[in-house]
């Protein structure tokens, strides 16, 4: 089925955060290591790129290296390392062509110095980039975040910028890495896993989410269509009932 063809125009989501899991899982199925599942990960991510900027959304963040995966074999850690530095030199022009602006968020400062310097390189050169916000979470986790984010906001109360009774949804906001994107409004998870595995917790309160059982090397353009299809079949009521959401289209 083309999913496309489904879209409704008037109801894109703005903001869509893809969990992109079983790299290893697709390698394992044809015989073949972790890191050769990692690699065919990137034509995923092109399509899903081209994907968003079709139907006009506005973000894209891909959770491509979390806190707790610091914890797999050095191996496949360091590989994943070598393939972030080169993809983003290799994919640069692509994102010039397309008006791609990259952004990175998560503990950053533990990246090795080279994926840091390349990762601010590629942030530098496309910063004037409108057509779609594409982050990468590297290094992040999102309990990480909020202890990061508490402790930024503390310090700014130890020194009189800001006293405790001003704290809001809107401050913790702000001392998110996510400050400068919209709300997320789809999550979508490939390989069948239905978990947030720490990723976004703070900002998905109000999220719909995707799950499908397709392997990440192997998701295309129609699978993104097919999530924001079911995105758009959803009716998104914030607390209210359903009466009020009617009203409002009306
Ligand atoms: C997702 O695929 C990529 C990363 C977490 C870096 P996995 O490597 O988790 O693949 P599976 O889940 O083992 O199949
Ligand atoms: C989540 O995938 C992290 C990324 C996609 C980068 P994992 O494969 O690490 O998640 P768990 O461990 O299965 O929950
Ligand atoms: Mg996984």
Redesign the pocket.
């Known amino acids: 089925m083309n999913y496309l063809e489904q879209i409704n125009p008037n109801n894109i989501p703005q903001h869509v955060a893809i969990?992109?899991?079983g790299n290893?899982r697709w390698a394992k199925k044809q015989g073949m290591n972790r890191i050769f599942g990692h690699r065919n990960a990137l034509t995923s991510i092109r399509e899903s790129v081209a994907a968003a900027s079709d139907i006009g959304t506005k973000a894209i963040t891909l959770?491509?290296?979390?806190t707790?995966?610091w914890n797999r074999p050095k191996l496949e850690v360091d590989a994943l390392m070598s393939l972030l530095i080169n993809s983003l030199k290799k994919e640069l022009p692509g994102f010039q062509e397309n008006n791609i602006k990259i952004n990175a968020i998560g503990c950053l400062e533990s990246l090795p110095t080279k994926a840091q310097k390349t990762l601010a390189d590629v942030i530098e050169a496309t910063k004037n980039n409108t057509t779609l916000t594409l982050t990468f979470?590297l290094s992040?986790g999102s309990r990480e975040e909020i202890v990061n984010a508490v402790k930024n906001i503390s310090k700014k109360i130890v020194n009189n910028e800001l006293s405790v009774e001003e704290i809001d949804e809107k401050i913790i906001n702000n001392h998110l890495y996510t400050v400068s994107l919209p709300e997320v409004d789809l999550v979508i998870r490939s390989?069948g896993?239905q978990?947030i595995?720490?990723?976004l917790l703070w900002q998905i309160a109000y999220a719909e989410f995707h799950f499908t059982k397709v392997l990440w090397p192997d998701f295309r353009k129609n699978d993104f269509y097919k999530a924001v299809v079911e995105y758009q079949n959803r009716e998104r009521r914030f607390g209210k009932t359903s009466e009020q959401i009617e009203d409002l289209n009306e």
Do not use: K, P, Q, V
């Open positions: 969990i992109m899991d290893g959770y491509a290296f979390s707790e995966n979470a992040y390989s896993e978990r595995s720490n990723f």
